[in-house]
């Protein structure tokens, strides 16, 4: 089957397909249609990841269908994003023995451990602990990904000589993730010590005038340092995605 | 003339002044009216402070006969903030020679400088270069109201080595003034660092998501630092007047 | 041990401690690696403060953690904020017989009370009875702190004969922490009475337009008064440590 | 000709007037249409008041039309608010003799002053001198409409001092009408002193967290005195009408 | 017992009272100090009103406590605001017979109904249905101040049909309580139709981009429609207590 | 009865109905006083529509009566909306054979579908499977409203390929309400597409910087597609009316 | 040429148009490369409309070389919005005799005017005089659409006296635009009478509170009268673009 | 001389520097002090980039004096960003023949052009032509930091036809920066389609709702499309900034 629209209407225009074969192509393959969901079985090759379920919002029911539907075409490695115990614990009999969940990232990876193929390491640093869950979501999503990954938690700026003790570590990686709340100032000093490129992730830890994380999120968009963009508050899943594909660049894969 | 409310009422109470002197000190003497406002010649008593005119919104004509209301009641020492150069150049042929105009803080001192008699230094640190005129309205605030000032400029957090160096110069300090735009970082890591109250300032710089201000002012709320608090946007007097107090405790002054 | 970055710099340049044990003294020692937070065991002598835990975001067995391993350092003076009357019983048996839980504040001083060693006194002022949760963190933070603290609750200006009976009292401060939601007018009429410096604490105290604190925010950032500065919403503890820090001045100390 | 729509479709369904008769009293008799404007002739009679334009988004040219038109209907008295000196001068040969120009007001009054048949004074006062531009929108508003008005500037908050002497004159008003920019404190302190109905108006005065009038908006709305309403931000003459209105119920005159 | 502080001040003077009894007068006689709150006795001579307690935010034992020293203070006339039916529950066996609880305006009156003594009626008007508790609190208020009170209810603006057989109810007002959420339309309409003041109250009814009574607050302030003035969110006890002075004019009860 | 109020009033001047009569039908008809909500029985015949109940702040007994006192006037076809489950239950004894909830869109419609009678169909887009609550909504009205319905569910604009395959579907719609939370990219898409009107939606999915709703509504508002309109978020409901309204322009009805 | 992507894609796969044939159509036909902007020819046939040019942020320069290049492929029919005066004066000489200016508007119509030929009128209603800029804008716009306009300014609902003469003139229509600035409440009251589809237009007229149109877009927004949906603020050209497409329904004039 | 702080701190300690050279090193030699700024000479080392000057708020003397501190410190690659016309007609003559101003840009470079020696393409993508000024500093400055660039502007979504034909140019960048104003859907769909990162740019093009960019801002962060990450409004300097590094991976050079 066609794993690129681009190339199926070329194909289409050649002759090589039929309209009746590229309709089908592109109306039936890729979508299963579970009345609830167009679950997309092309999304792994289109984008070059394994397949992921947003489980907020959807029924441990619906959970557990669309991965079977995924299963059934093959797809073998699944992450489970925004999964709270409960859901899990009702999916848990359906899963088998391959589904491993983390709580305090609040995801599950169905099909096992995924050997590091990326330029690097991302390193996933946090300002304090409260910071935690968000870092989890985006290091098991990292892992996920294919990624080496290395946590340095706690390391927040109100008191300098907590972090640099780890500056090798953070020249060390190829990628940043720094995650934090509050003023969210982590971003920008880590920005400034570092020589690669940095995401950076608000969070809503805070109260008062942190407005849900809207402080952090502002701090991090103002950072001063050059070299941090920034993903939605509380999105470590994000924060991953994009750190992965910055360590998997095409142009690297082709030439290797 | 009685210098104190509280006290007056006492005295009133005393019968030792009348109800009509009583009335004449609380009505007529501390203001001298000038129709458009109110000159209060009783505030260098009430508050320790030399007297300060707000110039904003005011016209050249009208600070003038300010000033000559205040100079006519024995007040020699006299700041003006928030002067353009414009206004100052009208005024200049009326202050005479003992009044300088600083044209990066756009504010002019009347009486000459002041001998510092605080408990230590004020350090006022920035950000970057485009919050000086913010710090020098702090820094010449702070030496009208007899303060020595370190001023440490364009330290900003996005590059730790320009901070680092200045370690020691901020650990001398009794109190420090953090100004600086964009996210406001400054404050939470000159905040980690120091070891004495920190003032924050806010400033309007920057462009974009940090919206007049508002983005650094949050973090600066936020900060996860201990020892730090806050003043409005651009108020580098109003961080100066309460550093300045700071620096010149109450009960200092009655011990020694 | 080096108890001061500086210090452990110039040592180790100087050559009197070797890199290993320089590195060790940086990376190793002021941190106890408990998993999931990085205890600091110098942030007493570096900012002369007793150790403090903020309960909020954590489990009463971790906070059970961080105290253990405080206390088999050396620390004995402990105050844990933020920490409801939950976690608090389920901690109760494991704090031996000085710890003291004050309900109102939702806070824990373990170790004692402490003999008052500032300056002067510090004075907290509520606009209203609602407030006052905020401000027994205040007070029993800068009472932990080492500071005389005078309470004035419910004197909120709409109506002055409430607070001009106390004129006297705030007239005897050496720092004054004002409290109050709503429009926050408190901190402007402490402002202007008061000739000491003030910290503002805006409450998430109100309804409707008061938008969580920010209507009181907003107006104790822009108070007409001089001498005023303001820390986030609901934040007593800030305001105390920051007070504290004015009332315990370093200069004051060497002279003495 | 029916000054009362009600009264009007009363008359029609009682036959008094004719169908052709309502309909030309409702749709044209109130308006003369001048093509750009509406300009209701019935309004004085509806609602009690001298004719207002509102000056500001029209043109000199277009103002002397609906003063024409007006004059032409018999209305003598007219007030033009949000009127800019250079509007003014345009406008002024055609004013003829008995049009007085308010420059700090931005207001021109037509038709001679009018004597006070109110039931009390309005008192109108100001934080700042910079309040006052607003605060003579509502005080020559007021006189327009028939108010003995007194005038209390620069009686801010901070410096209870300046407001204190001022207790008597306030406690002599009908309605007060308290304007302050910054963090509009003044509404509270005088709403928690007053016994009458205090009508509030923010202005834009002031910088940075002020954010144009939105914080001392947010200050009076929230504010914890009883008697205290909120008109639109720098809205001197919409606090005026309403005070007006108030100072001359309707219920008093029938009785009279 | 003096009931004015400004005439105390000037007793003092004159040594009809003694600095003795001025200083209790002025401290310990009008505030009974229940540890957590000052109960002010002075109030309904000061501002002319019965007493009101807020009750969110009070226990019901605090409730009890404070009703208990204003009735040994001779006040019977106590109006219990914010008050929930589970504090009333616990409440109801200590208040006695002359207690009556509205369930819908969360309000409880003791000491019986008020005869109405104001210049007129004030007309309560609501938007739609769920403004009714809003409302509610309002009239009850009003009554509780000596009012006679209108209610119209749900004739909100999208059906002009429902306000326009309403009119000569509108036009029988003293003033006029208008109380509306989502658009908050009904301000403008009755201030177009009003010859009376009106108090526009914005309610928290809606959803979405109502953002909490944010849109209706903002439309009630921008109201086109001279002679309307606003108050807080859901305040229906502030719109009531201001409608009331505004009906109980000073000057009148002086006159007649 | 007259349908119309303004016939009515031609009617009452022409003398074909007295003023009893007209005031009756002005006044009493319309209107079956429940005592908490005027029930408007001319609905239909003025706008068109059939009768609609807001179900949210009502309970299931004011519902009921409600519908019954609809019912007694001959209206038999009635929606419901907003109508949790738990209220259904409540209500469903009373309801009849002919009443069918929709637990997903949360509303409830009596009397039988109505044959389709509009122009053209309606399209109801979705980016996610989140949004379906409120297309539910949107589609049942619309159902209700009498307009055949196609709903395109889950076809997000982040994998355009979902979208592409239905743009035949997209151009046989006569008008297309898309729906859309987080950043409501879909309104864009849609309206670069269609050659129809297409009504926006925002819904409250997603989280962080989403702001309940508040992105995708600023998102649609800018849309850079022309023929894009947008109602409040979560709107369902009013999206479908004025679809409706559309799909049955009233021209066409008169023409045919 | 082919005008339709859809049909173009289909005659791909059919054979009909050669894939170099298709990647002209697709790529160089419809757009003229002028270097700064891709002129798009094929919009009238696409979306129905003649072709419309977005003056602002562009030169005088540039509008003349998107109007040459138009016209050379056989548009006839050219609108350009957001047009200033001084740039019409520049494009003028080029523009030749069949242009016309409409100040008010800022818009300039090349090509004559057009011939109604949509179902029925579209009534273009304001608030006030100071919205005619923005209704003018719409107004022109809808007739260059091919519609009949009705124009209906200044009939802002403070003075429901102004509004109801017109009452029948609203009924006429088959489409409402109601622009207005300051609370909007317009919008609420003419869909409240209103039986067909009504855009509404929120202005940034106003000021203090109104935020640059903010009030006026949430009351819109949140308007309790079905059958409203709103654009963004002073977007006349939008709101006349959706109800032309309303008023020229696909379904009808196929069938026709 | 050392180019690594890290590196030095560590021969500090080896004695391989004394710390008289270190203390040199660290404070003196990395910074020329100009007064007014901190010139960086060590940026280039450290973060691997050509010396960036941002031009906002410096007068062209100060510009031209921290180009001459840079040229005399061997730095010859130079980029001027945010310098206006003005400015550079002023510094022109003192910048020698190797200078090229780009006046779309509002930036000029100095020391001729880069070769491109990145891993692949940065694509820079607008969605209308009023975003190119943006565009054109993200552009200019990947290039200056030795990046191919592509430039596909004007390809809005709001006209799908426009960006489906640059696919496959999409589909060959290494790195997507996505720039739009008013909704930023452009984000959105390129995110969809891309297999690389994309880094989104808000503008602040666009009127009413749009905010100043803040609509545009809003959608990108919440953005469905994974692999999108955000910068500041109109920061086209920071998203190439960060762009390069991606396009630049150390792993990759270090294996080169």
């Given at each position: 089957m066609?794993h690129?629209?681009?190339?199926?209407?070329k194909?289409l225009?050649?002759?090589?397909?039929s309209v009746?074969?590229?309709?089908l192509?592109?109306?039936?393959?890729p979508?299963?249609?579970?009345?609830?969901?167009?679950v997309d079985m092309?999304?792994k090759i289109?984008q070059?990841?394994?397949e992921v379920?947003?489980?907020?919002?959807k029924?441990?029911e619906e959970i557990?269908?669309?991965?079977s539907?995924m299963?059934s075409?093959?797809q073998e490695?699944?992450?489970?994003?925004?999964?709270?115990?409960?859901?899990?614990?009702a999916?848990a009999?359906?899963l088998?023995q391959n589904?491993?969940?983390n709580?305090?990232?609040?995801?599950c990876?169905?099909?096992?451990t995924v050997?590091p193929?990326?330029?690097?390491k991302i390193v996933?640093?946090?300002?304090?602990t409260?910071d935690?869950?968000v870092a989890?979501?985006?290091?098991a999503?990292?892992?996920?990904?294919?990624n080496?990954?290395?946590?340095?938690?706690?390391?927040g700026?109100a008191?300098?000589?907590?972090?640099?003790?780890h500056?090798e570590?953070?020249?060390?990686?190829?990628v940043?993730?720094?995650?934090?709340?509050?003023?969210g100032a982590?971003?920008?000093?880590?920005g400034?010590?570092?020589?690669?490129?940095?995401?950076?992730?608000p969070?809503?830890?805070?109260?008062?005038a942190?407005?849900?994380g809207?402080?952090a999120?502002?701090?991090?968009?103002n950072?001063c340092a050059s070299?941090?963009?920034?993903?939605?508050i509380?999105?470590?899943?994000?924060?991953?995605f994009?750190?992965?594909?910055?360590n998997?660049?095409k142009?690297?894969?082709?030439?290797?």
């Amino acid at each position: 089957m066609e794993h690129n629209i681009h190339t199926l209407l070329k194909k289409l225009a050649e002759g090589t397909v039929s309209v009746e074969e590229a309709e089908l192509a592109l109306k039936a393959a890729p979508f299963v249609d579970l009345g609830f969901a167009k679950v997309d079985m092309h999304r792994k090759i289109r984008q070059g990841a394994g397949e992921v379920i947003y489980g907020a919002g959807k029924t441990a029911e619906e959970i557990s269908d669309i991965i079977s539907a995924m299963q059934s075409h093959g797809q073998e490695h699944i992450l489970i994003t925004r999964l709270s115990e409960e859901k899990y614990s009702a999916l848990a009999p359906s899963l088998g023995q391959n589904a491993v969940y983390n709580a305090r990232a609040g995801l599950c990876v169905i099909g096992g451990t995924v050997r590091p193929d990326g330029l690097g390491k991302i390193v996933v640093a946090t300002g304090g602990t409260s910071d935690i869950p968000v870092a989890e979501e985006a290091a098991a999503t990292a892992e996920f990904l294919g990624n080496e990954v290395l946590r340095l938690y706690d390391v927040g700026v109100a008191g300098l000589h907590r972090l640099l003790p780890h500056v090798e570590e953070l020249m060390s990686a190829n990628v940043i993730i720094a995650i934090a709340g509050m003023e969210g100032a982590l971003a920008s000093v880590v920005g400034g010590l570092a020589d690669c490129p940095v995401i950076a992730v608000p969070t809503s830890v805070g109260y008062g005038a942190s407005f849900g994380g809207l402080s952090a999120l502002l701090s991090m968009l103002n950072s001063c340092a050059s070299g941090v963009s920034v993903v939605n508050i509380d999105n470590g899943f994000g924060a991953a995605f994009i750190a992965s594909r910055i360590n998997h660049p095409k142009m690297h894969t082709k030439k290797a």
